[in-house]
């Protein structure tokens, strides 16, 4: 079972535009991440939200958490060709382990 | 540093064939993680270490075993392949210290197909 789901599963927009994910998970966390795979390749870091923390920034990246709705969301602003990827929230329930949604795949388009 | 490197990047098997998948990391963490991803799906732990020594079961541990003999090294291996260990799997560290978020570097994968 999965502890994160991300909506949408697929999402298409225009280079430049606004791109928004959501990752919805079912029980209390530590922390709360976000991670790009490009095809292909390996997973890598992005982003990492703690549970007392409501909004977190990191360059074109915004992350917002809603621990009271067990909600995440992640924001690439002016979104370009290079973002095209898989993104991943994972949750860290206070174990030595994370557990990883299904993905929401992005396609940036020129 | 080369960060986490796996060893083969592919590799075909036949059904009830043996092979040894291996992860090594430079980075002097004490947690280390293998997953699996199916096509158009997220990652599942298959097993995981805290500690050179040590071993513990994630969410899909059936068919594979584990061994971490030196810190930097953590060997998946797979005993009698099925079909159905087709999968690209993935090897993932971490850092234990304090503060400790268990943010994950991956590896680059390695894609199995069992026929």
């Known amino acids: 079972s999965q502890q994160g789901e991300e909506d949408p599963q697929a999402l298409s927009i225009q280079e430049g535009e606004n791109a928004t994910m959501n990752c919805s998970y079912k029980t209390s966390i530590n922390n709360l991440q976000w991670y790009r795979q490009n095809s292909g390749r390996g997973l890598v870091h992005l982003i990492l939200?703690?549970?007392?923390?409501r909004e977190k920034h990191s360059g074109r990246l915004r992350v917002t958490l809603d621990t009271s709705k067990k909600s995440s969301s992640l924001l690439i602003t002016a979104s370009r060709a290079a973002d095209t990827a898989s993104y991943f929230c994972a949750t860290d329930a206070w174990s030595n382990m994370l557990t990883f949604g299904g993905g929401t795949r992005l396609m940036v388009k020129p | 540093n080369a960060g986490v490197t796996q060893t083969p990047k592919f590799r075909v098997l036949k059904t009830g064939q043996s092979m040894t998948l291996l992860c090594a990391q430079d980075?002097?963490?004490?947690?280390m993680y293998w997953y699996r991803q199916d096509p158009g799906m997220g990652l599942r732990l298959i097993h995981y270490s805290v500690g050179e020594g040590t071993t513990a079961k994630g969410e899909v541990p059936d068919g594979y075993n584990v061994s971490r003999l030196k810190k930097q090294n953590f060997l998946l291996g797979l005993e009698s392949a099925a079909p159905s260990q087709t999968s690209v799997y993935f090897c993932?560290?971490?850092?234990?210290?304090?503060?400790?978020?268990?943010?994950?570097?991956f590896g680059p994968g390695t894609r199995l197909t069992v026929l």
């Open positions: 993932a560290s971490s850092y234990s210290g304090l503060p400790s978020y268990n943010e994950q570097f």
């Open positions: 980075m002097n963490h004490e947690y």
């Open positions: 939200i703690r549970s007392n923390e």
